[in-house]
């Protein structure tokens, strides 16, 4: 099996951010949001690994070149300007030619990853997407899937197919939660592409995959499988989700700080609760930081008191919910 960590995007949702730190490279439960894909990556045995870059693309080079395991090797594919999903995937498609799992760089997840590819190789799949049952109040597309766990249906695109001409093919209105097309879940940002498959993403500037490969290709009757899977998730691309995910990921051993090698936190600083601190952080003296995350570009003035806050920039900017 192959990889692809897609890591291109401009983190606009994250801004201000990402405007000096790539998307992939912000701090939560102390780690890099990039590292839990990277993780995903060791757990399926592979070393081998597709990133493509965009916005700040170089630094993100620079850095995991530098923090990547010894045993695995980093392929990068910049695009001039962002492809998409489908997009960067045809525009990487050169490396691959056997299974690949693309990963969302800006989610954090925890699955059983072997147990997927096992699934995926049963099932006799083109592809297969990684699922959560659907919750009422949760609004990031439905996905829906028979009783042998088939996609049948993604946020209502195959319906509007099926019902002929006039459909906008960009619509991302999502139906209703229950539907005869199956049972509702989420796709999470993972997923399994045979090259059969990535052979039919089209091969435009820009695709996205949802909408231009596998809402046709279920229609057409391609071969779908969902995966559903029970542990944690969270999607990071918002402050106010960043700060839910370093809760909710938060390593269990421990309930006390976390500074990286080559963050500076001053005299007479206190680091209380879930504080984690990146390498590249410069915290002043006499501060009292509690459940704060620390990004990398922060410089935090001298006597800074905050809790629950997300401090980035040169100034001591800080988010608060």
């Not at 693309?102 to 990853?113: E, H, Q």
């Not at 007479?268 to 006499?286: D, M, P, Q």
């Amino acid at each position: 099996m192959q990889a692809m960590i897609l890591a291109a995007g401009f983190g606009s949702r994250l801004k201000p951010l990402t405007s000096r730190v790539p998307k992939a490279l912000v701090g939560c439960a102390g780690i890099r949001l990039v590292d839990c894909a990277l993780d995903l990556v060791m757990k399926a045995g592979i070393r081998r690994v597709v990133i493509n870059t965009h916005h700040l693309g170089e630094e993100l080079e620079r850095r995991l070149n530098h923090w990547k395991p010894s045993n695995m090797e980093l392929i990068w594919s910049h695009e001039e300007e962002i492809r998409g999903t489908g997009g960067g995937l045809q525009g990487a498609r050169q490396h691959f030619d056997e299974t690949v799992l693309v990963i969302n760089a800006d989610i954090l997840i925890d699955f059983d990853v072997a147990a997927m590819a096992y699934a995926h190789k049963a099932s006799g799949a083109l592809a297969t997407m990684a699922l959560h049952p659907a919750d009422e109040g949760e609004d990031l597309g439905v996905v829906r899937t028979d009783f042998e766990d088939r996609v049948r249906d993604i946020v209502g695109g195959v319906t509007k197919l099926e019902e002929g001409p006039g459909w906008d093919p960009k619509s991302t209105g999502a139906p209703q939660l229950y539907s005869e097309k199956g049972s509702p879940h989420y796709f999470r940002g993972v997923h399994m592409l045979e090259p059969e498959f990535l052979a039919r993403i089209p091969d435009d500037e820009f695709s996205c995959i949802i909408r231009e490969t596998y809402i046709p290709e279920i229609h057409r009757g391609t071969h779908i499988h969902g995966h559903v899977i029970h542990g944690r998730w969270a999607d990071a691309g918002t402050p106010e989700r960043l700060l839910a995910a370093h809760h909710l990921f938060w390593p269990e051993e421990t309930d006390e700080p976390i500074i990286e090698q080559g963050a500076y936190v001053g005299l007479k600083t206190v680091l209380k609760g879930r504080t984690y601190v990146c390498a590249g952080a410069n915290i002043g003296h006499s501060c009292i930081l509690d459940d704060c995350i620390v990004q990398p570009d922060a410089v935090v003035p001298p006597k800074t008191l905050l809790k629950g806050a997300i401090i980035h920039g040169k100034k001591g900017q800080h988010w608060t919910p």
